[in-house]
């Protein structure tokens, strides 16, 4: 079965530096999802990568895929205390790019200090 | 509010009793997902719907749960003699045929059983 890695599994920063989060799959990528969710609540969808090398944006957050290296990479620049949340990485572990599922990372919790 | 809801939003109840939870999705989303998140781990895949349709089920459904979605809008999840290791967030998700690859999840029900 596929695993995510993700790291770090947590993370503080002071308000107004950037960061990176990384997941890494045990298995080849076919999508790579990135969700955030507030503590104790349901996940908000941030964005989707297919495409080896392919980047988003999404006001301050952009991800990467390396599809090579089986990994995606999630930034963010200037962070704010509205970014603290749980970031997961969730992929589709099927070749057939069905979507009928999402297999998920453990998650990187973020702190952000004013 | 349009998007997925579920209810109830807490649940205690004392090991061996029978507890329902149940998801509204989004308007004319065809599928929907129920997962399972317990702390610190990234959610679980539980089973899936495709209109009426339930087409795919996880080795972590025991016999003791059930999940319909008779009508193919709202889903429920049913489980029966409750145990400790039941305990856990039950997070339900929904997707629409344009965009398979979109989950949008509910704020979840976060289970005791004691």
């Known amino acids: 079965s596929q695993e995510l890695e993700q790291s770090p599994q947590s993370l503080i920063v002071q308000e107004g530096k950037n960061l990176t989060i990384n997941c890494t799959s045990s298995?080849?990528?076919?999508?790579l999802y990135w969700y955030k969710q507030k503590y104790g609540e349901g996940l908000i969808f941030l964005m989707m990568?297919?495409?080896?090398?392919e980047e988003k944006s999404h006001e301050k957050i952009t991800a990467k895929l390396d599809e090579k290296k089986q990994q995606s990479s999630l930034h963010i620049t200037a962070s704010q205390p509205s970014h603290a949340g749980i970031y997961l990485c969730g992929a589709d572990p099927t070749s057939s790019g069905g979507y009928q599922k999402v297999t998920f990372g453990t998650g990187t919790k973020l702190q952000v200090i004013p | 509010d349009t998007g997925v809801s579920q209810d109830p939003r807490h649940k205690i109840t004392k090991r061996g009793q029978n507890v329902t939870f149940r998801c509204d999705p989004i308007s004319e989303h065809n599928r929907l997902y129920w997962y399972r998140q317990t702390l610190g781990q990234g959610p679980e895949f539980l089973t899936y719907f495709q209109n009426e349709a339930q087409l795919e089920k996880s080795r972590l459904l025991s016999d003791r749960f059930s999940a319909e979605r008779p009508k193919g809008s709202f889903s429920t999840l049913e489980i029966q003699r409750t145990e400790q290791g039941d305990s856990a967030m039950y997070l339900c998700a929904s997707s629409h045929r344009d965009s398979w690859s979109t989950q949008y999840f509910g704020p979840g029900t976060r289970l005791l059983v004691l």
């Open positions: 990568l297919q495409k080896g090398g």
């Open positions: 298995k080849t990528l076919y999508g």
